[in-house]
């Protein structure tokens, strides 16, 4: 008998947030605490000669003002490490003295209150020498533009490809053929609560960070890289978040919250450290969803075979790379749709431009590659006399079917399912064996009319093409003759989703227990391993298979009367293979989820 999973839950934070008893990190507020402003470049393209931080420095109440001279290793990065901490002279980094985009970071004020760091920032005086602007792609990709980056060769810092069958014949026998030209938009994620965080030096003498993020140990991994101490040295802890969306995979406020601690401890000054981003800060100093250029040509026979696609997209990465050439290697899966096609091929170009970097936004790809496939189909449709969603269902994957990169679908494929109960509640039918729209109801209101539109796609369960999917936490039994409590350790981040409220189900279904006996702790890196990210729709899908791995050790040592009862595990899930560089061919996802 089920004890929690498929039931509606009381969310266990529910309580907290609507009467304001929570706290996020913008709430917290610690006795004798300093406050930090970042002064941001405001220059698209520059090399900074020089930065007078004195005039700061003078102001009653500036505690200490830090630039890159400070950084010990001045270099960060979600997938390549192109980004300095803060730039300018005197940086470890060869090329952190120059700043590529406005939300560039150059110095961090510490001051006795927000206020005095407002105005502090104000002082600093920053010599500038403008660069070349590259404000587009089609600026970025010219054989003489100004590189970003002197050190590579090029503005283009990554390419994919994906080349099954033989596009050229098979468009030679289609029917009809269909091109197009879309552009998809920079998104900004306005997250309700911005980029914030409190640092401090713990009991431990630890640098101990409370910050929104969604991956506890890729937070610490760039810390502890860019002030070059040990993993040990420095905590890293999440309370629930305001929101997330992809975009708190990249470093905002972490790395210089943990610097400025550090370096003010090495002074003899140990005092909490508080930074929250107002609006503007956050729209200007953090990632975006990408934005692609994209043409598309697509052929089918009469009969509605879609038998080619030929897609060349173009990736506006910004300043740095962060995730763009992981976005780029689902938008390429994902621009030619769950659909069976035997001949594709697909190129994508991933570009520096001098705008704000981009970043993981929901979907990570698949929305800018989907919205070109389904655009594509419809067209298709209209060209062909067919209904859309015939067209659709003709064209399908099924269990068995592969992918365009030569792999089979992992099993549990619904494509065709999720479409016809999708089709069937939105007003077509099948009645004559075709799909076909019933004729639209007139509303009460002969002004008012209805348009539905039908889409459809699939979405990526986890990463990808390579990167082996593991994930740790921990699970303690406590009581006497029997069960009293069981405590989940983990580092998975609460970002508005249910995290906790889903691991509280998990849990209690593989241990048997009602949910009053489940207690979810918040993410802690010094009280669990690594659980990864809280992204790619994977959280709950690979904390799940390890809470159930692990219920069933630590009953087995509670059976044997250990008390209390621990289990520290790692659940791994199936491979993935990387892109073959020239034709794309790998078995890149662990799973999918179907949509229509």
Not at 173 to 180: F, G, N, Q, T
Not at 362 to 368: A, D, L, N, V, Y
Not at 422 to 436: N, S
Not at 553 to 574: N, S, T
């Amino acid at each position: 008998m089920t004890i929690s999973i498929g039931k509606s839950v009381e969310r266990i934070d529910v309580r907290d947030k609507v009467t304001g008893k929570a706290l996020y990190a913008s709430d917290l507020n610690y006795p004798d605490m300093l406050h930090m402003k970042v002064l941001f470049s405001d220059r698209p393209h520059a090399l900074i000669k020089s930065i007078d931080t004195q005039p700061a420095l003078a102001l009653e109440g500036v505690v200490a003002v830090f630039t890159a001279k400070d950084v010990p290793v001045n270099e960060y990065g979600y997938i390549l490490n192109d980004q300095p901490v803060l730039c300018g002279p005197g940086s470890s980094n060869p090329y952190g003295d120059r700043v590529r985009f406005v939300g560039d970071q150059v110095a961090v004020v510490v001051a006795e209150s927000k206020e005095i760091a407002e105005e502090a920032r104000k002082m600093i005086v920053v010599e500038y020498e403008d660069l070349p602007i590259i404000a587009t792609i089609e600026d970025g990709l010219k054989p003489d533009s100004f590189r970003l980056h002197p050190q590579y060769e090029t503005n283009v810092f990554s390419t994919h490809k994906i080349r099954t069958g033989d596009v050229e014949d098979a468009f030679a026998k289609a029917d009809v053929i269909v091109e197009s030209d879309y552009v998809t938009p920079v998104q900004e994620h306005a997250y309700l609560e911005t980029e914030a965080g409190v640092s401090f030096i713990d009991d431990e003498g630890r640098i101990c960070l409370i910050v929104a993020g969604q991956w506890v140990h890729k937070d610490l991994a760039q810390i502890a890289h860019a002030l070059d101490l040990p993993l040990e040295q420095i905590r890293v802890t999440y309370p629930i978040i305001g929101g997330a969306f992809g975009g708190r995979e990249d470093n905002s406020v972490q790395i210089i919250l943990a610097l400025a601690t550090w370096r003010l401890h090495q002074r003899g000054i140990n005092r909490p450290i508080k930074v929250v981003w107002n609006r503007e800060e956050s729209i200007k100093g953090h990632g975006k969803r990408h934005p692609y250029h994209v043409h598309a040509k697509w052929g089918a026979t009469k009969e509605g075979e879609v038998i080619a696609a030929e897609v060349n997209m173009i990736a506006d990465g910004g300043a740095y790379q962060c995730t763009t050439s992981v976005v780029s290697a689902v938008a390429i899966l994902n621009c030619t749709g769950p659909y069976d096609i035997p001949n594709v091929k697909v190129d994508c170009t991933d570009v520096y431009t001098n705008t704000v970097p981009r970043a993981a936004f929901r979907g990570f790809g698949g929305p800018q590659g989907a919205f070109v496939a389904e655009a594509q189909m419809n067209k298709l449709a209209e060209a062909l006399g067919m209904d859309p969603v015939e067209l659709r269902v003709r064209n399908l994957i099924h269990e068995g079917s592969k992918q365009s990169v030569g792999a089979p679908y992992p099993p549990g494929v619904s494509a065709e399912e999720v479409v016809k109960q999708c089709a069937l509640a939105a007003g077509w039918d099948q009645a004559e064996g075709l799909w076909r729209k019933k004729q639209q109801t007139e509303t009460a209101h002969p002004h008012i009319k209805r348009g539905i539109g039908f889409a459809c796609c699939y979405k990526n369960i986890g990463f990808s093409h390579g990167f082996r999917e593991t994930c740790e936490l921990v699970i303690e039994l406590h009581g006497g003759a029997e069960i009293e409590k069981a405590v989940v350790k983990h580092n998975a981040s609460e970002v508005g989703q249910g995290t906790y409220t889903a691991i509280a189900q998990m849990a209690s279904e593989a241990l048997g227990l009602p949910l009053s006996k489940i207690e979810v702790l918040e993410p802690d890196s010094t009280l669990a391993g690594d659980t990864g990210a809280v992204s790619a729709s994977r959280m709950t899908f690979m904390a799940g298979n390890t809470i159930r791995e692990a219920a069933d050790i630590v009953l087995k040592k509670w059976r044997d009367e250990e008390r209390p009862a621990v289990i520290e595990h790692k659940h791994f899930a199936p491979p993935t293979t990387p892109a073959d560089p020239e034709t794309g061919h790998c078995d890149p996802m662990v799973a999918y989820a179907y949509n229509a």
